[in-house]
């Protein structure tokens, strides 16, 4: 490669390199920073505290609850996208006439934001005139009726229907665009061979999918641990904080009790927490392609 070549590379890459550094890296030293820091961005100092407010999270039973809701979240988030776009994918596959129609209703969810989707949702579950109350009222399940998004017991699962109900066609996609990969002649042949729908899908099928799944879960895991948008739009947390997740929680602490550098920590851990999530994941989908190789 010639001394040109490499300098007009070097300028190419200097520049995606420096805006990552600049929009990424320098504000994630920032935030561990301050969480080293009782920095609260009213009286613009910030004395080093050392590890105070992880000693502190330990003991505070909201970052608990934000924890054990954000894994429940990730763990749903990632499975049912998955089954069901799975599922959607392979039905569609099968379909002849206005086939992209139907792909075009399906992937609808997908091109809106979260913050459409949750209001959308809201008005859904909303007690009194939503659209779920309704339709139970008139086929006969008024006792079904509820307060979906008040009530303690439920609201962390309408959020998480909401969630699912768009992330489901980014699974769908993916796997579609998967299934254009599998080899026909190979499905031929264990028909002929006698293997059934069931045979064929678990043997032949979803083998050929493995790039695909590890695409589909690992964008869920990541969507999954970050999500933010949705619940604020639709519960804010509550009720009683049974709907608040890591992101929530920092953002909760940040800007409403202007504690930024308790802030800072959480989102610390939260990037830890998703940092080792994803990394044993790839490591684990590597071993495997590895073993099949």
Same mark, same amino acid.
């Given at each position: 490669?010639s001394?040109?070549?490499?300098?007009w590379?070097t300028v190419?890459?200097?520049?995606?390199?420096? /805006?990552y =550094?600049?929009a990424?890296v320098g504000?994630?030293?920032y935030? $561990?920073?301050?969480? !080293?820091?009782?920095?609260n961005? #009213?009286?613009?100092t910030?004395?080093f505290?050392?590890l105070?407010?992880y000693?502190?999270?330990?003991g505070?039973?909201?970052f608990?609850l934000?924890?054990?809701?954000t894994?429940?979240?990730t763990?749903?988030a990632v499975?049912?996208p998955?089954v069901?776009g799975?599922?959607l994918?392979?039905?569609? /596959?099968? =379909?002849?006439?206005?086939?992209r129609l139907?792909?075009s209703? $399906?992937?609808?969810? !997908?091109a809106l934001?979260?913050? #459409?989707?949750?209001?959308?949702w809201?008005?859904?579950f909303?007690?009194?005139?939503?659209?779920?109350?309704l339709?139970?009222g008139?086929v006969?399940?008024?006792?079904?009726q509820h307060?979906?998004?008040s009530?303690?017991?439920?609201a962390f699962?309408?959020?998480?229907?909401?969630?699912c109900?768009?992330q489901?066609?980014?699974a769908?996609?993916?796997f579609?665009?998967?299934?254009t990969?599998?080899q026909?002649?190979?499905?031929?042949?264990c028909?002929v061979d006698?293997?059934?729908?069931?045979q064929r899908?678990w043997?032949?099928i979803?083998?050929?999918l493995?790039p695909a799944f590890?695409?589909?879960?690992?964008?869920?895991?990541i969507n999954?641990l970050?999500?933010?948008?949705?619940v604020?739009?639709?519960?804010e947390g509550?009720p009683?904080?049974k709907?608040?997740?890591?992101a929530?929680?920092?953002y909760?602490?940040a800007f409403?009790?202007y504690?930024?550098?308790?802030?800072s920590?959480?989102?610390?851990?939260?990037?830890?927490?998703?940092?080792?999530?994803?990394?044993?994941?790839?490591?684990?989908t590597n071993r495997?392609d590895h073993?099949?190789?």
């Open positions: 490669m001394t040109r070549r490499i300098g590379a190419f890459l200097a520049v995606p390199l420096i /805006a =550094v600049a990424v504000p994630g030293l935030s $561990f920073y301050y969480s !080293l820091t009782d920095w961005a #009213v009286g613009g910030a004395t505290i050392g105070k407010h000693r502190d999270m330990a505070d039973e909201h608990w934000a924890l054990k809701n894994a429940i979240w763990a749903v499975v049912v998955t069901v799975l599922a994918a392979l039905g569609l /596959a099968q =379909v002849q006439r206005m086939q139907i792909k209703l $399906f992937f609808l969810p !997908l934001s979260l913050v #459409v989707v949750g209001q959308v809201f008005w859904i909303r007690p009194e005139d939503g659209l779920l109350n339709v139970l008139h006969g399940l008024g006792s079904w307060s979906w998004l009530d303690p017991s439920v699962w309408s959020v998480l229907v909401a969630w109900w768009q489901v066609a980014l769908m996609v993916v579609l665009a998967g299934l990969g599998v026909q002649e190979l499905v031929e042949a028909k006698g293997a059934n729908a069931r899908l043997h032949v979803i083998p050929a493995r590890a695409v589909v879960v690992s964008l869920s895991m999954a970050k999500s933010f948008d949705i604020y739009v639709m519960t509550g009683f904080r709907t608040e997740t890591l929530l929680l920092v909760r602490t409403k009790t504690d930024f550098g308790y802030a920590a959480v989102s610390v851990v939260l990037f830890l927490i998703t940092l080792v999530t994803i990394g044993l994941f790839f490591a684990w495997e073993q099949n190789a």
